[in-house]
């Protein structure tokens, strides 16, 4: 099922994943949360940009605690937590974020 | 990302044997691997074309080389003692999650092949010719099996439908026709070295910021060393203690007591992984090659011991096929169990007195223990029968001051499935996954609501995700769930005036001088 942004097709997979990371916009990310009825605040950009950000120094989503630290000094310290995470991205963060992010699912036992 | 459209099933006071709703769970099926994740373990990149002679062929070879197989095929008798006892079953109602119906699915191919009455009355002895109808049940309902064996305990022959559904999802590997959540997460372990696709750089700045975390939390700095030759222990666990949570609190929780005991540890970047998903495709060459990973890591680190963290299946590979399918590790000390749980090394020191615990600590949490299925029912804890039970649950109490069992039938070798083992914690099989939590929610429920428990400790990682996820659909809040490392974590006392590793080193060195002189 490919994603429609601009006139433009985008290749997903199963779960709506983007296939190719370097396809990545941010206009995708609106339209991923469009789709899931959301919009999305600058708060959730900061976890996006994180996650991308992250992700092209180590090839990899950062473990949720790493990214409830990097968020808790970017937004105050009440924010650093999963419970604060899971009020923006409710299906998730690692998840649901890493999606809107372009990023590959994590898998494993998680 | 819609949130699937079911019903979560009702919590009764006590388990009620629901009614047959036939084929209600025939649309759930995972996703089918593509052909690069097939291909990258040696499978057929798609459906062949002959898929039906593959398929009965793999099935004869494999029914020769697991006498076991045959045995379970041939000896049911259909006495139903099974058929109230599966998780699956009970959660969504559909009898082919019985589990001689799930057996039978597999056994009406096998005797059309391979038994003379089959081949000569099949419709007098249930046999059935393999077509694509059963090919696609074969698909739905050997992913609704987490192989949790509690259909076997109950079985007066002992047949295990695990062991069926191994077989049953190698029969679909060997056409062509993977599960798509299985075959990824093995290709990554066989090349990154972990099921999440953690490289060792994540690895280490993830370790590195727990490290800041604990000594913030503490005032003391406790270690996560990584690739570092001749510590004395090597830990294997499952990639989801560096990422998830309630699982780095776990993590956390055996590093501490590492620390505290003065046990010099390491984890590998090449070995990062004790999750062995190839058994979850009953795939022997598979798992042998992660098997193979810990040999190796376990030699280049000149470890003497290795120690496997909280992960069900890994344990069940670890202490029942490890030795076959790495051994011999005679190059280890042999004074310690050949693998060891780190619940063994944390209960032994406990005995002998060596942790500081302040089980207080804990007063805020009312514990239950779910007793992941895989080390319940395919292993064992310590050098007495029933040690994966007792051990556990002695650590808890020596840890909490407030600890209640759930109800007798829910626990211990008669344990209920988290709903997400055997290769089903996916997105995708999310309805099977909150269906077949039902009577572990349901147990739980009766120990929330009769004793006030606030807290479930859990020993898999699996588990712990899979009840993170869901408990909401069930009422409660995701971070119900602990590791059991976490209550020691919260309870061990560490006294930053500790002699650190190093000076420890110094203080021997002396003492030996001293003697020397």
Redesign the interface.
């Known amino acids: 099922m490919p994603l429609e942004v601009n006139g433009q097709s985008y290749e997903t997979d199963e779960e709506g994943y983007l296939a190719n990371l370097n396809d990545w916009q941010p206009e995708l990310a609106e339209a991923m949360a469009t789709a899931d009825g959301a919009e999305l605040s600058d708060n959730h950009w900061e976890v996006i940009n994180f996650l991308r950000e992250y992700y092209e120094e180590y090839q990899i989503a950062p473990a949720v605690r790493v990214l409830t630290k990097a968020i808790g000094k970017k937004l105050g310290k009440d924010k650093g937590n999963s419970k604060y995470l899971y009020e923006l991205f409710p299906y998730g963060p690692a998840k649901q974020a890493c999606k809107y992010a372009g990023l590959p699912k994590p898998t494993g036992c998680v | 990302?819609?949130a699937a459209e079911f019903d979560t099933p009702v919590l009764n006071e006590y388990p009620v044997i629901p009614r047959l709703e036939k084929d209600v769970m025939k649309h759930s099926q995972p996703?089918v691997a593509k052909a690069e994740f097939q291909e990258k373990l040696g499978f057929p990149g798609e459906l062949v074309d002959d898929w039906q002679q593959v398929a009965i062929d793999k099935m004869g070879e494999l029914k020769d080389k697991y006498r076991s197989l045959q045995v379970f095929l041939d000896s049911c008798v259909k006495c139903g003692a099974c058929t109230d006892k599966c998780h699956y079953y009970l959660g969504t109602t559909d009898p082919k999650n019985m589990p001689v119906a799930r057996q039978d699915l597999f056994r009406k191919v096998y005797r059309r092949y391979y038994t003379l009455s089959g081949k000569l009355f099949p419709k007098l002895v249930g046999a059935e010719d393999l077509t694509k109808e059963v090919l696609d049940d074969w698909y739905s309902y050997f992913h609704q099996c987490s192989q949790c064996r509690r259909c076997s305990v109950y079985c007066p022959y002992g047949i295990d439908t695990a062991e069926i559904s191994m077989a049953a999802r190698e029969v679909m590997d060997a056409v062509g026709k993977g599960q798509?959540?299985c075959n990824?997460?093995i290709g990554?372990a066989q090349t990154i070295g972990?099921?999440?696709?953690?490289?060792e750089?994540?690895l280490v700045?993830?370790l590195e910021?727990?490290e800041e975390?604990v000594e913030e939390d503490t005032g003391v700095k406790v270690r996560f060393p990584v690739d570092e030759k001749g510590a004395e222990v090597l830990l294997i666990t499952?990639?989801?203690d560096?990422?998830?949570?309630p699982h780095?609190d776990g993590l956390i929780g055996y590093a501490k007591v590492f620390h505290q005991a003065g046990i010099s540890w390491t984890l590998s970047s090449y070995a990062s992984?004790a999750?062995n998903f190839g058994m979850f495709i009953g795939s022997y060459e598979n798992m042998q090659k992660l098997a193979l990973r810990i040999r190796q890591a376990a030699i280049d680190l000149g470890v003497k011991r290795i120690v496997f963290g909280e992960?069900g299946h890994a344990w069940r590979v670890a202490y029942s096929f490890l030795n076959t399918l790495a051994g011999p590790f005679d190059f280890l000390d042999a004074n310690y169990p050949v693998p060891q749980h780190m619940c063994e090394v944390t209960y032994q020191l406990i005995q002998e007195g060596k942790l500081n615990l302040d089980p207080s600590e804990n007063d805020d949490m009312v514990v239950t223990y779910h007793d992941s299925c895989n080390v319940a029912r395919a292993s064992r804890m310590g050098d007495m029968p029933g040690g994966q039970f007792e051990i556990p649950r002695a650590i808890i109490k020596a840890v909490c001051n407030n600890y209640v069992d759930m109800p007798s039938y829910a626990i211990k070798e008669g344990t209920y499935c988290c709903g997400g083992g055997g290769g089903l914690?996916t997105?995708?099989l999310i309805e099977l996954r909150v269906k077949g939590a039902q009577p572990r929610m349901e147990a739980l429920k009766n120990v929330v609501d009769d004793y006030g428990v606030t807290h479930m400790a859990a020993i898999c990682?699996?588990c712990?995700?899979q009840f993170s996820?869901v408990f909401p659909y069930y009422d409660f809040r995701?971070d119900q769930i602990v590791s059991l490392h976490q209550l020691v974590s919260n309870a061990i006392v560490l006294e930053p005036e500790n002699v650190s590793e190093g000076d420890e080193e110094d203080a021997t060195d002396n003492e030996d001088q001293a003697e020397a002189a």
């Open positions: 990302m819609a996703f798509k959540y990824e997460i990554k972990n099921n999440l696709g953690l490289p750089p994540a700045d993830t910021g727990l975390d499952p990639s989801a560096f990422f998830a949570e780095i992984e999750a992960c914690l997105d995708d990682a699996i712990k995700s996820k995701m």
